[in-house]
């Protein structure tokens, strides 16, 4: 696979070519169609599918992002459009079940890159006006006594955060952008994606056919390092590193009505200053199965889509019991009833990356969303259609831009 600098006679011709129909495509490429582009989203699977970075039953969704406030637009506008697509398709896509933020009252704790996670967020909260309050353990613990605490903890809590559905949102994105005319092509590989420069048609090679477009996204997730081409590869690729990462559903035996959305907030707890010193979690999605759902992260080993590591170990689910959620959930069983694994694409500054290639002025990349893009995809997919289009409205994406490489 490769992006390039010239083109070659091509097929039918779009205005857009959106390559990869995970979050950030699917969310594209329905934007694009609602403003009456001709249109085609290209995905080598069949999304919703669980091979990327979208898969997993939820996503935390937050509106006061202690990332930066250059995000606080793009989830503000995210849960507007799911509202807007709940309306068109009848589908679920966002639970807004309160979401709490938790740290010792002394720490400062780092999460996403960023120090003092919990003040930052705090703070950015403040400056958006967003509701929230900020609670310490005997007001946690009176509302939330799921949560076994130490007694020294502060939490922010937001109640219009929750978590989105993952596989419905790409669905219904897919499903509103066909029945607005676009193609969606789904089992077809993009081989090549060709730019000649100066304004000229971009070609996308499939392994199946060939096409042109005005304009080409490459929204391909964790396939982006190796999707890049030479030039790029040579100013971008360095940025970018994929993790694997494990999501974990425990059972709570006697006790599901605690774990059900409504009852249990999502939360982020950063229990220590280390940055494994952390999990976040859920309430199950499904009421048929309740259970806590937690995760953390970790940033030791790389991995690609190609040699992922996709069973989760029996050893696995017992540590991530025993060094997390054991005497912090004391409702929660150490059974594991399932468990995924998943990918995160992460830049140094875990900062998302959308910008033209420096060698093909009209193919975009629009990903690597470092572990906490889910959120924000509905309001990316807007911008960057408006901007794509030359349309007004959508967020600033300014600060997502590579910074020149001399
Ligand atoms: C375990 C886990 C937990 C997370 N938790 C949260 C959370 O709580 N909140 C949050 O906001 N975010 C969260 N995230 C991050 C969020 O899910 C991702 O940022 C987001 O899903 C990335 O979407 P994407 O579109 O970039 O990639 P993907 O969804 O992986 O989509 C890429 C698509 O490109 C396609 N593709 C690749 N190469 C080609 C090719 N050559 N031809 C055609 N198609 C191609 C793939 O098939 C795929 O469908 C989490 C991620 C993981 C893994």
Redesign the pocket.
Known sequence: ?AVTGHATQSGRHYDAIV?????????TLCQLALRGARVLG????A???D??????E????RLAIGEGDSYVPL?QRSHAIWRELEARTGRTLLTQTGGLVLAPRDSAANHHGKPDFLRRTIACAERYGIRHEVLDAAGIRARYPQFALQGDEIGYFEPEAG??R?EEA?AAQLDVARALGAEVHVG????AVEDPGHGGAVAVQ?DTARYSATQVVV??????PD?LGAPARAAWQPDFEVYR???YWFDAPGAAADFAPGRLP?FIWMYGDAQEDYM?G?PSADPARPALKV?TEQYAVTTT?GTLRREVGADEASAMYASRVAGRFPQVAPRALQT??????VTPDRHFVVDTLPDAPNVWI????????????AGLGEAIAAQLLGRPGGADLSAFRRPSRG
């Open positions: 696979m390559v990869g129909l995970g979050a950030v495509g699917a969310a290209i995905d080598r699977f999304p919703p599918h091979r990327g970075s979208s898969h997993g939820s996503r935390i969704t989830v978590f989105v993952p790409i077809e590989r993009v081989d499939t929204a391909a997730g964790p396939w982006l999707f990462q494990v999501m999502i976040y859920f995760a889509p995924r694994a998943c990918m995160y694409t629009a990903s690597a969303c470092s572990g906490h893009g889910f959120k924000h995809s």
